[in-house]
Each structure stands twice: as C-alpha cells, then as structure tokens.
C-alpha cells in the first residue's frame, strides 16, 4: 500500500475538518489527509529533541530555501532580499488591505473566489469591487473580462487587487499571458498587485504555473507574491508564509505592516520545516501529485458516467474540485446541507466564495483513494435524495 493510500483517522485530533459526526466523511475545508513529507517530520522531530525554544528569526538559511525551490521547481529564482516572512498568506493578505488602502476604497477581487479575500477587506472597512470571473457553460471553465476588469481597475477608489493564482475555488492556473496583462492594466491604473499563490505547487499539465514574481521587471515593481509551503506539504497548522516583493518601498510599507501586528516572528518548527519542504521533499510532492491525478480521473470518470446532472469544471489546478451543479438548484447552500443530512458528506456550498458559486459545490479530494470513491457514493446519493425532494 502506498503511503497516499493509507487511511489516518483524524478524529479526536483538533483538526477543524475533522469535527464532524460519526459515519460523516468531510471533503471540505483545504487540507489534506496525507501525512507530510518524511524530510518534514524529520527536521521537525530534531527540533523538538533540541528542547530549547527561545526567540527566533528566519535566517539566510530559510530565504535561500525558498528561492531555492522556486528556482529548481518553476524556474524562476525570486531574490532573496525581496523576501518577507510572515505567519500566513492570510496575514500578510489583511497587512496589505491595511496598508496600501485606505478605509472606504475599492479592493478588486474575481468573484468567485476564496471567502477569506472578503473577510480581510471587508472587516478592515474597505469594499469588495468583483471583477466576476466568466463562466462558459458549454466549456465548463472561467475566463477574465479584460474590459470588465480594466473599468473596475480604472476607479478612482480602486488601490489594490487581489488575485489567486492558481484560483481556488475554480482550480484554475493563470497563464503568463493573463498575468501579464492583469499586471500591466494594475500598474496603468496605480493598482498594488498581490497575488495569493499558495497553491502554486499544486499544477497538472498546461498551462504551467507561473509566478507573478517571474514577470518583467518593470511589471513586478507594484506587486506581491505570497507563497507557503502550506497546502502542498500539508503543513497548514504551521503557520509560515513568505511576501515576496521586489519593490524596495512597497516592502518596507508591508513589512511594517506585518511587524506592527507581531505578524513577523516564526513559531518553533516554521524554519526547519518550511527549510526541509522547499530543500529536501521535491520527489514526496511529486508522487503527491501523481496521486491527485489520479484521484482527479477518477472523479472525473465518475462524473461523466454516473452523475449526468452534474459537471465537473475542467481546469488544471488545485486538489479541491469545482462541480457544476446548475441543473440540480440554484441554491448550492441547501444541496450541500441536504447531501451532508442525508448522507453524511461535508462539502463546501459554492455560495459563500459569491460571483456564480450559489450554482456550484466545491469537493477536496486530497485524501486517499478509498475516501473519494466514498464520496463519490454519497454524492451520487444525496443529489438523488435532493432531487426526489424538489
Ligand atoms: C487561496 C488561499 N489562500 C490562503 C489560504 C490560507 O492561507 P494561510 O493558512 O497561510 O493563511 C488558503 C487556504 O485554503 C487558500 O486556499
């Protein structure tokens, strides 16, 4: 059995996932049911063994990783004076609502998009202005609306933008192209650009992913990347992100904002883990993602063969899937509740990541293959339940 095979009960630990009733099986919130990387545990058991846990800071040694990984993994090395530590992308997200905007301006985002982009502007008092992303029924994927985007950019309100690359929900990676153009309508318009990568790692086949950092120099000089080792190694509870921002004063600006919150400072195991990720577990994260391309067919095949009202939307990237289900409601927030009533399945109700995603449910299959053959069933059960109600 392979170690992406092996079923870990999680219950009775204090994940967030797993707080559900017996015989429940959550495929909802972004982790995974893989155990990390040997390397990972390793160079975080040593740490333990030390015993001595005082103040820390990150050094050369964990700047260089993570270059180090970018280069090697995406062939675009960041320099490492660019770079920033902070304990989450989240964080260094609502570092920046609170710094380069102001109360009461426009922050651009491409409904639907992942929920916690809402939070940060909106309890920092400033306004979600979508640039809602296109959905093409006949090819089940998402597309910009330049134009669209370029006018929302063009308010005078309008001071940042954020944007997801690869996009969650919609598990879709920007192409050098789009990124180019959304970098060069940001900066015609005096727009900070942060791009939350976080699920970079997470890529299949083309378009390949590429780093907003990785663009011409004159086209990165009014943005930020954030990366983590998070989501690809499993190591969520970790809390360590890194900012990358090329711009000398923009940085100096995040930076304070980010050390103004004592956002700045790791906890005990983020260097040597986030190190031992970026350094020494490539080939792990590579048989991970065979294992999600597997996982992935399957649905897929599934999909198409058992579920005809349902569509899978048909990108590349992410292990969390988006499923198209305009043909059973219009209403994702009461499917995902009857489907968990009657058969247990936890799924995350499209609606709450707004634009288009009340006719949409979101599916995490990052776990091993036994489990999403389960949720499989239970889908096909609870659509069938609901449909016989409605
Ligand atoms: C797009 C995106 N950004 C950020 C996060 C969370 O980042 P962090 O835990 O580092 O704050 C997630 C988690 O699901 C995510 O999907």
Redesign the pocket.
Known sequence: MGEFDQLISRRGTDSIKWQVKDGELPMWI?DMDFKTAPAILAAMQQKVGFGIFGYEEPGKDYYTAVAHWYETEHHARPQTEWMLYCT????AISATVQRVSHVGDNVVVQAPV?D?FYHSIENNGRHVLSSDLVYDQQTHSYTIDFTDLEKKLAEPLSTLMIL?NPH?PVGKVWSRADLIRISTLCKKYHVILLS?E??GDLVFGEPAYTPLFSLPEDLIQHTITTV?P??SFNV?ALHA?TAIIPNENLRGSIYRGINNDELGEPNLLAIPATIAAYTQSADWLHALKAKLVENRKLVDQFVSTELAEVQLVSENATYLLWFDVSQVTDDAEKLTKVIREQTGLFLSDGTVYRGNGRYFLRMNIACPTEMVEDGLRRLKQGITKFEAQN
């Open positions: 972004a989450g992308v989240i964080p992942y916690m997801c969650n939350d976080i699920h983590s998070s989501k969520a992100a």
